[in-house]
């Protein structure tokens, strides 16, 4: 399955700033996603839909196939504009922060809906 990616904003702008100097990591945890997206914790709850993968332990990437978002009835769970955007075999990178952060953040970000690839 070949599956495109997209970035928000957000997730852009940290690992070019914020998060930099594990910006390495970042991209190589993005690449392993792209090939087995469904490797990914699957959340719950208020985000389930999404999934998670983290990052030498601290940080946590939240992305969603947009699919399995949409399946899981995401746009009443937690009101997901990002797969109104996208096709079926979409990846959306949403954000990479600190584990406490993540969910946070990325609920934020789902409601907006900005995404780019
Ligand atoms: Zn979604």
Redesign the pocket.
């Known amino acids: 399955m070949n599956y495109t990616a997209y970035f928000t904003t957000n997730f852009k702008n940290t690992i070019s700033g914020k998060l930099a100097g594990i910006k390495k990591f970042v991209e190589n945890k993005v690449k392993i996603i792209m090939q087995k997206p469904f490797s990914g914790e699957p959340l719950k709850h208020d985000l389930n ?1 999404l999934r998670s993968e983290s990052i030498r332990g601290n940080y946590i990437i939240v992305y ?1 196939i ?1 699919k399995e ?2 399946r899981k009835g ?1 746009d009443e769970i937690f009101k ?1 504009k ?2 109104k955007e996208t096709d079926d075999d979409s990846i959306v990178f949403i954000c990479v922060a600190p584990h406490d952060d993540s969910y946070k953040i990325a609920k934020k970000l ?1 409601k907006k809906g900005q995404i780019y690839n």
């Open positions: 839909g969603s947009c978002c949409r995401s997901c990002i797969c789902v």
